[in-house]
């Protein structure tokens, strides 16, 4: 539309682009860049249990609690992914790099 007005993303906004995702069958939604304003959608959760497995605050990784070999701790499902072994220093204000850090591959 010609007449609308550029403005800043919202939590309405992301928390619309998670129901979408949701209803569309995605199990790993981030709706993140609005720190503590999309509640959960900042946090990676296990499909199966739903446990917490990676809580976040923007950048800020709060808790890590994935296994060694990249698996939920409560279920043991395999999370697709990159996954350090081992917490790595991961609680930064600054964005996590892959290149920093010794990473497994799940699939
Ligand atoms: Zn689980």
Redesign the pocket.
């Known amino acids: 539309m010609q007449n609308d007005v550029a403005r800043d993303t919202t939590a309405d906004d992301l928390l619309g682009a998670v129901e979408i995702g949701r209803q569309s069958g995605l199990r790993y939604i981030y709706a993140g860049n609005l720190p503590g304003q999309i509640g959960q959608w900042e946090d990676t959760r296990?499909p199966?249990?739903n446990?917490t497995l990676i809580e976040r605050y923007g950048y800020l990784i709060k808790h890590y609690r994935l296994t060694p070999d990249g698996h939920?701790p409560?279920?043991a499902?395999a999370i697709p992914g990159r996954w350090s072994a081992s917490f790595e220093g991961q609680i930064t204000s600054r964005p996590f790099s892959p290149r920093s850090a010794r990473l497994l591959t799940i699939r």
């Open positions: 296990c199966h249990c446990e939920c409560k279920c499902t």
